[in-house]
């Protein structure tokens, strides 16, 4: 299992910036792909930005040029500094990692979920 702990987060005014992290820990044989995935109020689900070991990002259009996402692969995490903060980026961020736990299996689990809110 692994497990994935959360940091960061919280109030800020519009144009402001905030980073997360997440760390994981656990039986971790090779790490997949770690990212961020966000839920606003009424609405569904929604990717924020992923890396994969290699480095390779991927954003949502909504936050590109203002989020940035990194991880440390000898620490097992990964982070993201988000920018220009703007009231619609208000929403219930989770960190997601896709692992195996061997050569052989791999799980997905999820962060419990941190608070992001941008209001002035």
């Known amino acids: 299992q692994v497990q994935l702990s959360e940091s960061g987060g919280g109030l800020v005014q519009p144009g402001g910036s905030l980073s997360l992290s997440c760390a994981a820990s656990g039986t971790i044989f090779r790490i997949i792909v770690m990212g961020w995935y966000r839920q606003a109020p009424g609405k569904q689900r929604e990717l924020v930005a992923t890396?994969?070991?290699?480095?390779?990002?991927n954003y949502a259009d909504s936050v590109k040029g203002r989020f940035t996402i990194s991880r440390d692969n000898a620490e097992n995490t990964v982070y993201l500094q988000m920018n220009s903060l703007k009231p619609e980026d208000t929403a219930v961020y989770s960190c997601?990692?896709?692992?195996?736990?061997?050569?052989?299996?791999?799980?997905?689990?999820w962060g419990q979920g941190t608070q992001v809110t941008v209001s002035s």
């Open positions: 997601n990692v896709r692992a195996y736990s061997d050569y052989r299996n791999w799980g997905e689990y």
């Open positions: 890396i994969t070991g290699g480095s390779i990002v």
